[in-house]
């Protein structure tokens, strides 16, 4: 549901956190295959205008078109970053070669069947140099479908000085189909009253051996599985699911 991205656009910073440790290691991860990253999904390009910052050429994409006007708004003076609209399905950029790229938080997620991941895996292939690498955090399907009462989330920071932001959300997950379906209701106060609106997602789980295949297919082959960001080995027990691949 892309629309749902288009209305969080404005406040997609609304929880002003240091996220600096997170950025890090995505900068540290990318030095080790070179400085030209491409980061699909990226929503505003925080992370990508971060990197850039800190020396990278960066080419971050997002199919919501009002999250790149958002990241422009915010980054135009962030020199090498490069933010486009584009889907991960089906996206041809001029330039190819790049050394890096990630796709972090469950974000590939958002694609609803594994039809799109080989789509996704390939395009994402044809701009990668050999030996580039692919780095992924994803989720395993879990064996129990579940259901989670409603929470209330404020901004660990407040970002904004002129509205408040809070969102309501509640989850369920099915195991017969392996999707999770997050409803949140986002608000919005400012100096005229409250305003709300509806933010619904789907996120769909796949089974190792269809993600693996998929990578195959795209031309990588996977160098570690890992199950946190300090590359723990995984194990078969292990829902979080982190890979790290090269393209042959
Ligand atoms: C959870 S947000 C990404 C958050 C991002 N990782 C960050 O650091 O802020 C997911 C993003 O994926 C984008 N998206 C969904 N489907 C996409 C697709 N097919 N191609 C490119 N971007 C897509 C949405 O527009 C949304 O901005």
Redesign the pocket.
């Known amino acids: 549901m892309?629309e749902d991205?288009?209305k969080?656009?404005a406040i997609?910073d609304w929880d002003g956190f240091d996220n600096s440790e997170e950025y890090n290691y995505w900068r540290k991860y990318a030095e080790q295959y070179g400085k030209k990253v491409l980061?699909?999904?990226?929503?505003?390009?925080?992370?990508g205008a971060y990197m850039a910052n800190s020396g990278f050429h960066v080419t971050a994409?997002?199919?919501?078109k009002e999250?790149i006007n958002e990241g422009k708004k915010r980054f135009n003076t962030v020199p090498n970053l490069d933010l486009r609209v584009?889907?991960?399905?089906d996206?041809d950029f001029p330039e190819k070669g790049f050394d890096f790229c990630f796709?972090?938080?469950?974000?590939l997620h958002?694609?609803t069947n594994i039809e799109?991941v080989r789509k996704?895996f390939k395009s994402i292939s044809g701009h990668l140099r050999k030996g580039a690498c692919i780095a992924l955090e994803l989720v395993l399907p879990k064996f129990e479908s579940y259901e989670c009462p409603v929470r209330i989330f404020h901004p660990r920071v407040p970002n904004y000085i002129d509205k408040n932001i809070w969102k309501e959300s509640k989850n369920r997950y099915d195991s017969i189909s392996k999707k999770q379906y997050i409803e949140q209701i986002v608000y919005i106060q400012d100096n005229k009253g409250i305003e709300s609106f509806n933010y619904s997602?789907v996120l769909q789980y796949f089974e190792r051996d269809e993600i693996l295949q998929a990578l195959s297919y795209a031309g990588f082959s996977v160098i570690g599985e890992y199950t946190d960001r300090n590359k723990s080995h995984w194990t078969m027990s292990d829902k979080d699911w982190l890979i790290e691949a090269i393209k042959q």
Request: proline share 3%; net charge negative; aromatic share 12%.
């Open positions: 892309i991205y288009a969080h656009a997609w980061i699909p999904m990226c929503a505003l390009g925080q992370i994409f997002d199919i919501t999250m584009a889907d991960i399905c996206f796709i972090a938080t469950q974000d958002l694609l799109m996704a997602v």
